[in-house]
């Protein structure tokens, strides 16, 4: 299937490793040009060399804190200084911190809101004017699987990432007149290093061993396996094509079939 991605500018948030690394790479693959940052530069360097070897796309790294405002627009500056455009726009950031409602401090609320929230926004903000005039952009957000059956211990992530979806929801209808769309990934439980932390958590909790988390996940997935994060990728792609122009507002689950609700 031919993506039509080929003459496509997409930025990717966060995309030094794990699912914005994926996402990066699968797109590079099916012939975009590709802006990719996160916030340790060596890293991101390294990661880019990698996708432009493995792919011939072009690649510019750009080394930002999506959780500062200054960085997402000297980014966005970059992208378009390099480009002349952004096309597609993937907003992911690292999750924020496990814990339960009475652990976790004001501080770390108002960081995650920052880091999960406000950078999803600022970075649609910068890069939607361009977008309307040339009718046509892919916005996709990494959210998670916690919008639909909220995950114990993950309080941050369970109300930020809702809130993520409930404004992408509102977007993607003030946006379609406009050959834009707007929908979100909801990743399950993928081999990542996030969620190495998360296992490490968990033991720290429970006392048991890493091993002991993964095995559970398992057991309550019906593919009896963790995702890869190709498999996230995949659909990022499909959703960034023009193929996909009437597909907004969605939120799409990526887990194995977790999620036992029907919507």
């Known amino acids: 299937?031919?993506?039509?991605?080929?003459?496509?500018?997409?930025?990717?948030?966060?995309?030094?490793?794990?699912?914005?690394?994926?996402?990066?790479?699968?797109?590079?693959?099916?012939?975009?040009?590709?802006?990719?940052?996160?916030?340790?530069?060596?890293r991101l360097k390294e990661a880019a060399r990698a996708i432009a070897a493995a792919t011939g796309a072009r690649v510019v790294p750009i080394a930002a804190d999506?959780?500062?405002?200054?960085?997402?627009?000297?980014?966005?500056?970059?992208?378009?200084?390099?480009?002349?455009?952004?096309d597609v726009l993937v907003t992911n950031s690292g999750g924020p911190p496990p814990g339960t409602f009475?652990?976790?401090?004001?501080e770390a609320w108002k960081k995650a809101v920052d880091v999960v929230l406000t950078s999803a926004v600022e970075l649609i903000r910068a890069v939607l004017?361009?977008?309307?005039?040339?009718?046509?952009g892919r916005i996709l957000n990494v959210t998670s699987i916690t919008?639909?059956?909220?995950?114990?211990?993950?309080?941050l992530s369970n109300a930020l990432r809702a809130a993520v979806?409930?404004?992408a929801r509102t977007l993607a209808s003030e946006t379609a007149p406009f050959g834009i769309t707007v929908n979100n990934l909801l990743p399950g439980y993928t081999r990542t290093e996030r969620l190495s932390e998360l296992a490490e958590s968990s033991a720290g909790r429970t006392g048991g061993a890493p091993a002991d988390f993964y095995k559970r996940l398992e057991s309550e997935i019906p593919a009896r396996r963790l995702g890869e994060p190709r498999e996230l990728a995949a659909?990022?792609?499909?959703?960034?094509?023009?193929?996909?122009?009437?597909?907004?507002?969605?939120?799409?689950?990526?887990?194995g079939g977790w999620i036992r609700g029907l919507f």
């Not at 995309?15 to 099916?30: D, K, M, P, T």
């Not at 009475?102 to 004001?106: A, C, L, R, V, Y």
């Not at 004017?129 to 046509?136: A, I, N, S, V």
């Open 1 to 42: 299937m031919d993506l039509a991605l080929r003459d496509k500018v997409a930025l990717v948030a966060a995309s030094s490793r794990g699912l914005g690394y994926a996402i990066a790479h699968e797109l590079a693959a099916e012939g975009a040009a590709i802006v990719m940052c996160a916030r340790g530069e060596g």
């Open 66 to 86: 999506v959780a500062r405002p200054d960085d997402i627009s000297n980014l966005v500056g970059a992208a378009l200084g390099a480009f002349g455009r952004v």
């Open 102 to 106: 009475e652990s976790t401090p004001p």
């Open 129 to 136: 004017p361009g977008m309307k005039q040339r009718r046509f």
């Open 147 to 155: 919008v639909k059956q909220p995950v114990e211990n993950l309080i």
């Open 165 to 167: 979806t409930g404004m």
């Open 235 to 255: 659909l990022a792609a499909f959703l960034a094509s023009e193929r996909a122009g009437y597909v907004t507002g969605q939120s799409i689950a990526v887990d």
